[in-house]
């Protein structure tokens, strides 16, 4: 999966380079912790989420927050499912090196029918939208 500022979906997604919505944020905060000794690594992260129908999405369990790791060096390419609010993802030694990708996004996880939040942009007009299994619905920095 390549996901970039690039990136376009066929439905809105909450991410800091479109316009799909006018109000709303998701970050996930990442403090990285790395023993020297065993090699381990460590990353304790805050969820941030602003948008009242991704909240209430997230309440259901209709969609969860994600990392997306990927360290080219040692061919990691992984997808983490987050707690909804904090938590930690403990990798081994050796299977993150060199220059390493972070990526939150919020997926669903269940079909999701007539999704119509009221931060929308315009250009959406009135439209109920749905989401399959595995669609993205937000995407951090």
């Known amino acids: ?16 380079y479109s ?6 944020s998701f970050s996930v905060d990442i403090d990285i912790h790395e023993n020297r000794e065993t090699g381990e690594v460590s990353l304790k992260y805050v969820v941030h989420l602003i948008e009242p ?5 997230l309440n259901d369990e209709l969609a969860s927050p994600y990392l997306y ?9 992984r997808l983490h499912r987050l ?6 993802i403990d990798l081994l030694k050796g299977e993150i090196l060199g220059s390493v990708t972070l990526r939150p996004i919020i997926l669903t996880t269940n079909q999701i029918d007539n999704f119509k939040p009221q931060s929308l942009h315009d250009e959406f007009g009135d ?9 993205i619905m937000a995407i951090g920095e």
């Open 1 to 16: 999966m390549r996901i970039n500022e690039q990136t376009r979906f066929p439905h809105p997604v909450l991410s800091g």
């Open 127 to 135: 439209s109920m939208w749905a989401f399959k299994h595995s669609d």
């Open 69 to 77: 790791i990927i360290s080219r060096d040692t061919f990691y390419n």
């Open 19 to 24: 316009d799909d919505y006018i109000d709303g």
């Open 53 to 57: 129908e991704l909240e209430k999405v």
């Open 83 to 88: 707690e909804k609010n904090s938590g930690a």
